[in-house]
């Protein structure tokens, strides 16, 4: 049987330049006559779009900033490969791993956070991949975790991850049944948010398993007269506070912020949680919106430096 992939776009990303490389198959769920998960909030998006924006981050991401990486889409656009398409296309371009993106949920409005899902804890490369992701859902991202788990968590197999003979991993980048944080993936900074998260732990999985090869992308001249024009490449963010606790970042004066806020956790007694709202490529851009989130209960906020 021949299959037809539609509208899969293949993005060769400075692949190979030493000889070596890896490909990475993003998938994102549903698509088509299949929404997904829905909001209450008919306003909000389905699952399929909030898979489809992450995932295009996502891989962005990784074509952007590593070298010797494919990446390559199940999906472009709002079009339904079947789950056979989806696992055969991962099988017959024999890719070294397969990212699934999801959004979650349930019945129970009050439940929120990510999850990681693996096929069976035996596949230690999997759960090492999904761990990396986990990390940084918690700290840079400071998104709450529902954990790592396989299919005996679930009490059933998924498809994509039972039949892919590669490193697997699906991930439920939160519930679109809890208002707070159906709104926050809704929002660009959200999806940003959770699109770095996945491409730093891909890319510290990456350095780790393969050592052999350079993921290191060179800068071209153009590229680094274009980041000096903005502050030489640098990255600011607004500290807005700190805490002893972890507090909820979507309920209370963090949600009548401009931005986003992420949490980091900064060490394990004292002020132990960092949180910080909006990411800018200029200084004097930070400093306006630091302005503003002091008028906006925050008196003590900064601007910071942040590393990528």
């Not at 990212?99 to 999850?115: D, F, L, M, R, V």
């Not at 804890?121 to 788990?149: C, D, I, M, W, Y």
């Not at 009490?155 to 926050?184: D, R, W």
């Not at 132990?272 to 008028?295: H, I």
């Amino acid at each position: 049987m021949q299959l037809v992939y539609t509208s899969l776009v293949f993005i060769f990303v400075s692949f190979l330049s030493f000889g070596q490389g890896v490909t990475v198959l993003i998938d994102p769920g549903h698509g088509g006559s299949d929404p997904g998960h829905e909001a209450t909030d008919k306003n909000l998006l389905s699952e399929k779009d909030l898979a489809l924006k992450i995932a295009l981050k996502f891989g962005n991401y990784l074509s952007e900033k590593l070298e010797n990486v494919m990446v390559l889409y199940t999906r472009t656009d709002d079009t339904y490969p079947t789950l056979d398409e989806r696992v055969e296309m991962a099988n017959e371009k024999k890719v070294d791993y397969f990212i699934s993106i999801h959004i979650n949920g349930s019945p129970n409005a009050n439940i929120k956070g990510t999850e990681l899902h693996v096929h069976s804890f035996t596949s230690r490369a999997s759960v090492k991949l999904a761990r990396a992701f986990e990390n940084e859902f918690k700290t840079r991202a400071g998104r709450k975790s529902r954990g790592v788990k396989d299919s005996d968590d679930r009490e059933h197999t998924l498809q994509v991850l039972k039949f892919t003979q590669m490193t697997s991993v699906l991930v439920e980048c939160g519930f679109i049944t809890n208002k707070p944080e159906a709104n926050y993936l809704n929002t660009s900074e959200g999806q940003d948010i959770i699109a770095s998260a996945l491409f730093r732990g891909m890319r510290a999985y990456l350095q780790e398993a393969h050592k052999g090869i350079s993921f290191t992308k060179k800068e071209s001249t153009a590229s680094k007269d274009s980041r000096s024009d903005k502050d030489g490449g640098k990255e600011y963010s607004v500290q807005i506070m700190s805490s002893r606790e972890w507090l909820d970042t979507e309920k209370g004066e963090f949600r009548n912020l401009k931005y986003a806020v992420s949490r980091t956790q900064v060490s394990q007694t004292g002020y132990r949680y960092k949180y910080f709202s909006g990411s800018f490529t200029s200084k004097s851009e930070a400093e306006k919106y630091c302005e503003e989130v002091r008028k906006k209960s925050f008196p003590d906020s900064i601007v910071v430096e942040r590393k990528n």
